[in-house]
């Protein structure tokens, strides 16, 4: 089972927001598509950061609210960890257990291509192991 598994069945629509874009037009827009990071483009649609909700809380608490109007190349985290579609779900799940995050976008060639969630991970694994159960508890009642 792959990250393309997940992909498939969420979609593909990535949420982008440039270097130059303050604080505040983050947090609107985080809040307005329910989501819990952005993920950060330069103009060419190269990933140059991921700014979580968690790292506006970080810096609030740090700088106050005067950081609003910053832009939100101040705050993203710069070194991103990307995926595959390739990727077995099995495997990202530990890099976001390890790296401490819940998120991880995915590139092609570069190329951004989808963003996945631990949520959207866990469900998927919870679909597997159902459908795993389904089977045994259909092959015993067959024998
Ligand atoms: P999250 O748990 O995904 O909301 O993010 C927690 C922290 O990890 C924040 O500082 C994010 O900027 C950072 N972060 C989230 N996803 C990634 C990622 N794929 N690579 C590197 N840092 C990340």
Redesign the pocket.
């Known amino acids: 089972m792959t990250v393309r598994s997940i992909l498939d069945e969420k979609g593909r629509n990535v949420i982008t927001l440039g270097v130059s874009t303050s604080v505040t037009d983050a947090l609107k827009l985080l809040e307005e598509k329910a989501i ?2 952005i993920l950060i483009t330069n103009s060419e649609g190269r990933l140059e ?7 506006i809380v ?1 810096s609030l608490a740090r700088g106050g609210t005067g950081i609003l109007s910053d832009s939100v190349a101040s705050h ?2 710069r ?5 595959s579609q390739s990727d077995a779900v099995i495997g990202v799940m530990e ?2 257990s390890k ?7 995915v590139t092609d060639n570069s190329k951004l291509v989808g963003l996945i ?2 949520g959207d991970v866990v469900k998927r694994r919870l679909q597997v192991v159902e459908k795993e159960a389904e089977d045994i508890r259909s092959y015993i009642s067959a024998i």
């Open positions: 819990g990071v950061g991921i700014l979580s909700e968690r790292d970080r993203m985290t070194n991103v960890v990307t995926c890099v976001m790296g401490r995050f819940r998120h991880l976008p969630s631990i």
